[in-house]
């Protein structure tokens, strides 16, 4: 047998565009990650603008014993250097729509992986109930036989209420199967507006290594996380540096109610200020900031590890199955084997037409087995896929 190195692969899908092809999905899911996408951008940009503060415009009227008075002011108190603050606030909205834009993109090949993983369990238990159909004409050509020798006295009664029992059995295990059959395709409705004929099966092969730990989607969201964070300590750590603020006020008296000491004329004022602020609390808060940035830094590694472990996983598995598959492609040559047999003693009257039907539906449903089986190894990758970014 030809063994594949499943500790090295990325999975590639017949399906070209599997990656950023969103078919499987209904409209509604479509249009809520859609939404997440325009609402990640937009709060990004109000980040990347929060440190533009607002101009402030003021209305006043007064009504004296004395005077009435109308004035309208608009002032501006806005920092132009923050000790690299501004550099920082910038570089930190943008690592957050990063990060924000990736758990998006968790959630999308998620739904895509569990729209798949129905198919496949549709197409799956498809084969299981043509199984289940053969065992149940073995139970009854059993049954057949066993009425014959219990007429003729060769066997007791007992053998042919079991064989009866057997039958009911798979009969009802086939009832459960069509039930479980009906309850996949309805929750495919859940992610999908089509049907699920409507819908193509991707095959995944395997190919290289690298790729899977390189273009791991939860790993990059590591790195994200520790990206935001270390622009955040820094934007933190700015916060409690000195600030240069411009500063600018404009004021209009509209009417004087002729007071002499107002003018209409407006004044205006501007200038520049130096702030630092002294906080208590700001050594526990920059600390608190660094240490969410070293602890992402190690949350990476521990995620690498886990992903590595479940590539580990997905090998031994995909290993089972293949030993599993060659097993049964043993199992057919041995019925293949049989069947040329009966044949044979069919001509001669020595086995019966039901003796060969058994042993045939018994080599179909090998080959049915070998087929749940490659099924299986599509859902194994299958979460692979869901891990890589296309």
């Known amino acids: 047998m030809k063994k594949f190195n499943y500790l090295s692969f990325i999975l590639i899908s017949t399906i070209s565009t599997l990656g950023a092809n969103e078919n499987y999905l209904s409209q509604t899911k479509k249009d809520v990650l859609n939404y997440s996408y325009d609402k990640a951008k937009e709060d990004s940009n109000k980040l990347k603008n929060d440190w533009i503060n607002p101009i402030t415009y003021q209305y006043i009227y007064s009504n004296t014993e004395t005077y009435d008075t109308q004035k309208s002011s608009i002032s501006i108190s806005q920092p132009i250097f923050k000790s690299g603050g501004i550099y920082y606030a910038i570089k930190y909205a943008k690592s957050v729509r990063n990060q924000t834009n990736i758990g998006i993109d968790v959630q999308r090949k998620e739904l895509i992986k569990q729209t798949i993983n129905l198919l496949y369990q549709i197409k799956n238990i498809d084969i299981t109930i043509s199984k289940q159909k053969l065992l149940i ?50 929750n495919l409705t859940t992610f999908s507006d089509k049907k699920h004929e409507e819908l193509e099966l991707p095959v995944f092969t395997i190919t290289d290594n690298d790729d899977f730990l390189n273009n791991n989607i939860y790993i990059q969201q590591a790195k994200d996380e520790i990206n935001s964070s270390y622009w955040l300590k820094n934007m933190v750590t700015s916060n409690y540096l000195p600030t240069v603020n411009f500063t600018a006020d404009y004021t209009k008296y509209h009417d004087t109610d002729n007071n002499s000491a107002l003018s209409e004329d407006g004044t205006t004022n501007y200038g520049f200020n130096i702030t630092i602020p002294l906080d208590v609390k700001y050594s526990n808060t920059i600390q608190s900031a660094k240490i969410e940035y070293l602890q992402n830094k190690t949350l990476l590694q521990e995620k690498e590890e886990e992903e590595k472990v479940l590539l ?73 896929y869901s891990r890589i970014q296309i």
């Open 312 to 384: 580990d996983n997905v090998n031994a598995k995909l290993d089972s199955l293949d030993k599993k598959i060659e097993i049964a492609k043993s199992d057919i040559q041995l019925y293949d084997s049989l069947v040329t047999q009966i044949k044979e003693q069919l001509d001669v009257g020595m086995k019966t037409k039901s003796d060969l039907e058994t042993m045939q539906n018994s080599r179909q449903i090998k080959t049915l087995e070998i087929k749940s089986l490659e099924i299986d190894k599509q859902i194994e990758l299958l979460e692979i």
């Open 137 to 186: 004409l073995n139970a009854k050509l059993d049954i057949t036989r066993k009425k014959e020798q219990v007429l003729n006295g060769i066997l007791d009664t007992s053998f042919l209420d079991n064989s009866i029992l057997d039958s009911n059995a798979k009969q009802n295990t086939l009832i459960d199967l069509e039930y479980q059959r009906r309850t996949y395709v309805n």
